[in-house]
Each structure stands twice: as C-alpha cells, then as structure tokens.
C-alpha cells in the first residue's frame, strides 16, 4: 500500500512558475527560458520522490517549457523574416502567450490574497454586544504568517537528494506500517528540544533511505501547518533553519 499524497499548498504549475520568476529575479516580459526550464524541472523531480497527487498537471506545462526553448533555439534566416506569407514565420515571441497566461494569473492570485485579507480582517469583527469571556481564561492570539513557501522547501529537498544520489528510484512505496509521519513529527519536535530548538534542515535528513526522507518531508509540511514549527533561510539561497515554536524575522 503506498502513502498518496494531496497538498493545499500547491496552488498549481503556473504558482510555481512565478515562485521561480521572483526567486531568480527574472524580468518576466523577458524570460531566460533555458534557466527557468531547468529550475522547473528540477523541482519536478523532487515532487515525484513525494509521489504528489498533482504533478501530472505540472507536466503539461514542463512540456510547454520545453516547447517554447526549442522554438527560441531554433535559427531564424532572413528569408524567412522577409516572408510575410508564412503564418509561422509571422509568429511572435514564443515565451508571449506563457508571459501572458503568468500576468493574467498573477493578477488574479493578488486580487484573491486581497480577499482573503479582507476576510481575516472581517473575520474579528462580531455584529452582537460584548460578553464576558473571563470565565473562559486568557484567548492567545497565534501568528499564522508562513516564514517559507513551499517550493522553497521542495527545491532544498531535491539539492538534498542530489548530494545523497538518491535519484533512483525516483517513486518510493511507503508502508503505513513501517513508516509515520505522526511518530516522525514526535521524533522531530524531541531532536529540535534536545538542541535548544533549532537545526539545519539537512540536518534532518541525514539518514534514511528515500522513503523515510520523504516521511521527514512530509512530517516537516505538517508541523508548519500546525505552526509548531518555523522554517527560516539565511539570505537568499542560504542555509535553512528549522526552529521549535513561531520565530520573529
């Protein structure tokens, strides 16, 4: 019986092309389609170690990529140019219809965060009279703020497999009875306990075989679901520190 995974997290491909974009500080109207495809790639590799339930969509669109940076390599003549009846010989940029499809939904994903802020901020308002709530004890507050996105934990996962040569196999079956992310999560919150509370993320992942580093991914998702956990980079593409508790940039 093999661990399916399905995570809210993953928005879709087009969330994890302008994670990319803005990691890399790429100008979006021009596009380094050679770099991008790779970065793209690479973190399509890690997704399939994690078995994700969504990746067949994120292959589509890696076949687009590729689509795109073989039209960009392909060479133009001047014949060609001069030739105006030629409907492919008139085609624009190849990278104009993805800037497009990226604008269009980057545009919505910031109206929709809008919304979504709006709605927290409604969210503390109540429409009847204050009560006494003493009896109940003293309400904490929790920040719910996420100190690293997803994909950046995805792409240290798949540098990681990297420098262990886990490539293959690329699937891994995870045994429920051999294998828990509830205990994994226990196992963890004790390791940061016993080391005053923090960790290098690698530091995780130093032994095992591909299916118990995938249980230690998993474990790590959940932990910062439940904000038991904080993830925090040392400047861009520095090490990552795994710290017990919510830690204040």
């Not at 092309?17 to 100008?27: K, T």
């Not at 204050?130 to 719910?144: H, M």
Request: glycine share 4%; aromatic share 6%; net charge negative.
């Amino acid at each position: 019986m093999t661990y399916k995974v399905k995570l809210e997290a993953f928005e879709g491909p087009l969330d994890l092309l302008l994670h990319l974009i803005n990691r890399l500080e790429i100008d979006i109207y021009d596009i380094p389609m050679s770099e991008l495809t790779s970065q793209y790639i690479e973190h399509l590799h890690a997704m399939r170690v994690l078995e994700l339930d969504e990746l067949s969509e994120y292959l589509v669109l890696a076949a687009t990529l590729i689509e795109i940076k073989s039209k960009m390599l392909l060479p133009v003549h001047e014949g060609d140019v001069l030739d105006h009846h030629n409907d492919y010989e008139m085609e624009d940029d190849p990278r104009d219809e993805l800037v497009a499809r990226l604008i269009e939904y980057k545009k919505y994903k910031e109206a929709a965060n809008s919304l979504k802020e709006s709605a927290e901020d409604r969210s503390v308002h109540f429409t009847k009279l204050p009560e006494d709530l003493s009896d109940y004890g003293e309400i904490a507050v929790t920040e719910s703020d996420e100190k690293m996105n997803v994909f950046d934990l995805i792409g240290a996962f798949q540098k990681m497999l990297e420098r262990k040569k886990l490539r293959s196999p690329l699937s891994a079956s995870i045994l429920r009875s051999e294998l828990s992310v509830s205990e994994k999560m226990d196992d963890i919150m004790t390791k940061l306990e016993k080391i005053g509370g923090k960790c290098p993320f690698e530091s995780l992942f130093e032994d095992g075989d591909v299916n118990d580093l995938v249980v230690t991914f998993l474990s790590l998702l959940e932990l910062m679901k439940r904000l038991d956990i904080t993830v925090i980079q040392e400047g861009n593409f520095g090490q990552m520190i795994v710290f017990a508790g919510q830690e204040d940039i």
